[in-house]
């Protein structure tokens, strides 16, 4: 019986290396799995956090441009204002300029008036500002304002006849559209 205990011990040695190696191997294979979920979990948050790093990178991209541009137009614009309040000034030198001089002061007032006139032209023309063409041309609602309707059978129907105010653009923004009368 003793090579029979001495059989079982080995086996019951060999049981117990066996299920202790089986424990260790399950152990391993469990930390391995938790390692791996572990870098698939890490990896998910890396490519999140990729993601939303081009999406702010984008963003930030599109707001440069935008501040760009935004910075180009306020420079183009710059001088809109004052040239919109300077329209009634020229109105008025124009008006001005077309009053008879009936002496010689008033013939020296009326040059003083026209080279401070030509000045504010060549001033506002520096910045932009371009007066809209009108007299012989087809009509236009974007440039033209119709006040007026006349009947000239030696023009087409839609010719502008005469200008009432003048028009002005700085650029390519209409600041006020001509005051014309059109043929019908």
Known sequence: ???????????????????????????????????????EELEQKLQAEEERFLRLRADFDNLKRRTQTDR????????QNLLTDLLPVLDNFERALQVEATTEDGE???????????????ATNKEGLEVIETVDQPFDPNFH???????????EAGTVLQ???????????VLRPAM?????
Do not use: C, F, H, P
């Not at 011990?9 to 979920?37: F, G, M, Y």
């Not at 020296?108 to 060549?122: D, Q």
């Not at 304002?145 to 023009?155: F, H, R, T």
């Open 1 to 39: 019986m003793s090579q029979q205990n001495a059989n079982e011990e080995k086996v019951t040695e060999v049981v117990d290396e066996t299920v202790e190696a089986t424990e260790e191997t399950v152990e391993e294979t469990t930390e391995e799995v938790v390692e791996v979920n572990e870098v």
């Open 72 to 79: 180009e137009a306020a420079a183009k614009y710059r001088s």
């Open 108 to 122: 020296s007032i009326k040059k003083g008036i026209e080279m401070v006139y030509r000045s504010l032209v060549e």
């Open 145 to 155: 304002q119709a006040v007026l309707q006349e009947q000239d059978d030696s023009k």
């Open 163 to 173: 200008e009432l105010q003048r028009g002005y653009k700085l650029k390519d923004r």
């Open 180 to 184: 014309v009368k059109v043929n019908e």
